[in-house]
């Protein structure tokens, strides 16, 4: 459990121990993009937040998926509104 947070969506990658999630903090509905390590039973999760997703609010429909070209990994974020949102990750 990641106490704080809501989350919507979540995508792995089989290429490390990342986690990414969409969501959003508790009692807040803008959603944002975070990425966490694999949790671990008895450890605290740490939480880190990549982006805001402005436009993009609690309950309204997407889709996500992982990337990599060449280099770049990134994240590519598709509403039914037609708003495409492209966050290249770290690392």
């Not at 944002?32 to 805001?52: H, K, Q, S, W």
């Not at 770049?72 to 770290?90: C, D, F, H, N």
Request: zero cysteines; aromatic letters at 10%; proline letters at 3%.
């Amino acid at each position: 459990m990641v106490k704080g947070y809501r989350f919507v969506k979540v995508l792995t990658s089989w290429q490390d121990d990342k986690i990414f999630a969409l969501g959003t903090q508790s009692a807040n509905n803008k959603m944002i993009l975070m990425e966490f390590g694999i949790p671990r039973p008895e450890e605290d999760v740490e939480v880190a937040t990549l982006t805001a997703l402005h436009g993009l609010s609690y309950g309204e429909e997407f889709a996500a998926t992982l990337s990599q070209q060449a280099e770049e990994r990134y994240i590519i974020i598709s509403t039914l509104r037609g708003t495409i949102y492209k966050v290249a990750l770290p690392g």
